[in-house]
């Protein structure tokens, strides 16, 4: 038997989505293997509800240690000396920055293997087997374990599911490393720009760095007018980190995932970290003059074409169209 | 003073298809070669904290592990500007996983001792994210990843970096490990003088008994992570591509496509 702990990541009171979905994921895995699923979380604000809520996810224990949140150091520290402390064989994060950092510096420290970006886990002869999508999503990898196994999930790639009770909440002293010592988180969740509602919209008009500069969101913002009041514009986070548009309307692995009914991608390339966020759109239209753009992979309608041309056009053809 | 190493990978030509080896699993690993783009970044960065001043950088060194033959892609990275470079070369590394991978390279980073290493936050090929975290963690170094600004703060680094809840501001103590993300800068066009002078610039190549390693850590057979197969992913039908030559025609073909999808 194994049991498996999973680091919930959370912010101002909240457990992340994704983390919730691996506890859900690593519930059900346990039981398959004869374990238990048991929760970390690292933090100087954690109340005793927010660490039980845990248990409603099929969690059988919460372990909370007072430290710092927001850096990858003291989470390693924290899992480490707890799966030391026990029959742990794996370890699952949700994702995020903070699970592919801190989820390669405990396999590291436990001379153990990881696998990132994974879409799916079974347990095969008393083993979890992870499944990891490569090369543009064009192959899924199948990857196992010698030893200690750590699995970070890609984005909504688990399912949080509801309906256990609050779990036991055990605190925990952990001996942090000298390389937490070293490290100060000075400010945490910063929103950069207008708070933009991009996950209520019909119609999406998303411009990446294709855009070219950030005058050219115009681009969008009149395209996205033409489609009328169910329409709005979001980000890359290329387009985001660029400062040419703000974080609340950035869509992907560490912004909003959203599921329009029409998605328009302007000068998006589709990175991995940015299809994960809006692949459920129903249809994915997209404007990039480059052909190897791996948008064109996944887009129900292609345009191989100059968007500075063709979006004004399509912009005024819209609007001709609704009268 | 203040050293710098950079650590950079060779990876498949984006403009080439990469493909997986059925049998193995693993990234074939022929075919034209490039320096990731994102440790451009990288030496960008570096060079960005030299020219700056406050950090009196006196050297940087790009460092790699990579099948022979990647001395090319090496001095690309020196003509960006590297001072020298380093490069491991042994058959014994063929199937390293990204802990194995990152247990030899901070091996190649003990060697040098620096102050501060550097790197892109994924490579194009296989897109861990996880290298850099690992090798901090070998090093017992603080490590931060997807680093998009990065600022000298007296005796400390400040690093800004977007996370799940918006953007994070963090300083850290160096000796660190920091991996960029393409935000960060924009890399320079090398010189065609920096182009000639790469190859000038001196190159060190070692093999795993040249550099202390532990053989036994790394590899297929050192390596904790089995990749044990790759299947197709269920096919999803292909999308319609329109090709533009002329925007009127195309903007008439979109409009059309969405009409029919009742979407305008």
Redesign the interface.
């Given at each position: 038997m194994s049991n498996i702990l999973v680091y919930a990541l959370h912010f101002e009171g909240a457990i992340n989505k994704n983390s919730l979905g691996a506890i859900s994921a690593a519930a059900k895995l346990a039981g398959d293997l004869g374990g238990e699923a048991h929760v970390v979380l690292v933090g100087d604000d954690i109340s005793d509800d927010t660490a039980a809520s845990v248990g409603a996810y099929g969690a059988t224990k919460a372990y909370r240690v007072n430290a710092a949140a927001g850096t990858a150091q003291p989470v390693v520290d924290a899992l480490d000396q707890i799966a030391s402390g026990g029959d742990y064989g794996y370890a699952l994060f949700g994702g995020g920055l903070l699970g592919f950092e801190a989820g390669a510096g405990l396999a590291a420290r436990r001379g153990g293997g990881i696998a990132v970006e994974v879409t799916g886990l079974t347990v095969d002869g008393g083993k979890l087997v992870a499944e990891r999508p490569v090369l543009g999503d064009s192959q899924i990898s199948k990857i196992g374990f010698k030893g200690f196994g750590v699995v970070v999930g890609r984005l909504n790639a688990f399912e949080a599911t509801e309906g256990g009770s609050p779990a036991p909440v055990e605190d925990v002293t952990v001996e942090l490393s000298k390389a937490a010592g070293q490290i100060n988180v000075v400010t945490r969740g910063e929103q950069r720009g207008a708070d933009v509602n991009i996950e209520d919209a019909q119609v999406l008009i998303t411009g990446g760095r294709g855009l070219g500069k950030p005058e050219s969101f115009s681009l969008a913002e009149d395209l996205a007018g033409a489609f009328g009041g169910n329409a709005a514009v979001a980000a890359t986070r290329a387009a985001v980190d660029a400062g040419w548009f703000p974080y609340a309307g950035q869509i992907g692995q560490t912004g909003k995932t959203v599921a329009p009914k029409l998605y328009v991608g302007l000068g998006v390339s589709g990175a991995i970290q940015h299809k994960v966020g809006m692949q459920s759109a129903e249809a994915i239209v997209a404007i990039n003059k480059d052909a190897n753009a791996p948008i064109f992979d996944f887009a129900d309608l292609g345009v191989v074409g100059d968007l500075h041309a063709i979006t004004p056009a399509l912009t005024e053809a819209i609007k001709a169209k609704k009268g | 003073m203040t050293k710098i190493v950079v650590l950079v990978k060779e990876v498949p030509d984006?403009?080439v298809n990469?493909?997986?080896d059925a049998s193995t699993?693993r990234?074939v690993r022929s075919g034209e070669r490039t320096l990731n783009p994102f440790d451009t970044h990288a030496i960008e960065a570096a060079l960005q904290l030299k020219e700056g001043g406050e950090l009196s950088v006196d050297e940087v060194v790009a460092v790699t592990i990579a099948p022979a033959g990647a001395e090319k892609t090496l001095n690309k990275a020196v003509a960006l500007g590297a001072d020298r470079s380093i490069l491991l070369s042994d058959e014994g590394l063929a199937g390293s996983?990204?802990?194995a991978t990152?247990?030899a390279l901070a091996e190649l980073v003990k060697r040098e001792s620096p102050d501060l290493v550097l790197l892109g936050q994924q490579s194009d090929d296989g897109?861990?994210?996880?290298?850099?975290?690992?090798v901090?963690?070998?090093l017992?170094?603080?490590?931060?990843?997807?680093v998009?600004g990065l600022k000298v703060e007296g005796d400390k680094l400040?690093a800004e970096?977007?996370?799940?809840?918006?953007?994070?501001?963090?300083?850290?103590?160096l000796p660190?490990v920091l991996s960029v993300?393409?935000?960060i800068n924009e890399p320079r066009y090398p010189s065609l003088k920096a182009i000639m002078g790469a190859k000038k610039k001196p190159q060190e190549k070692l093999t795993l008994a040249d550099a202390g390693i532990d053989a036994s850590k790394v590899g297929a057979d050192g390596?904790?992570?089995?990749?044990?197969?790759?299947?197709?992913?269920p096919a999803?039908a292909a999308?319609?591509?329109?090709?533009?030559d002329d925007?009127?025609a195309?903007?008439?073909q979109?409009?059309a496509?969405?009409?029919e999808?009742k979407?305008?």
């Open positions: - | 984006a403009a990469k493909q997986l699993g990234l996983d990204v802990v990152a247990y897109q861990s994210y996880a290298v850099g975290a690992a901090a963690e070998y017992g170094w603080p490590g931060l990843t997807q998009v400040r970096r977007q996370a799940e809840y918006g953007y994070d501001t963090v300083e850290v103590t660190a993300g393409d935000a390596s904790q992570a089995v990749w044990q197969s790759a299947e197709e992913p999803k999308g319609a591509i329109i090709e533009e925007v009127a195309a903007v008439e979109i409009v496509w969405l009409d999808r979407l305008v």
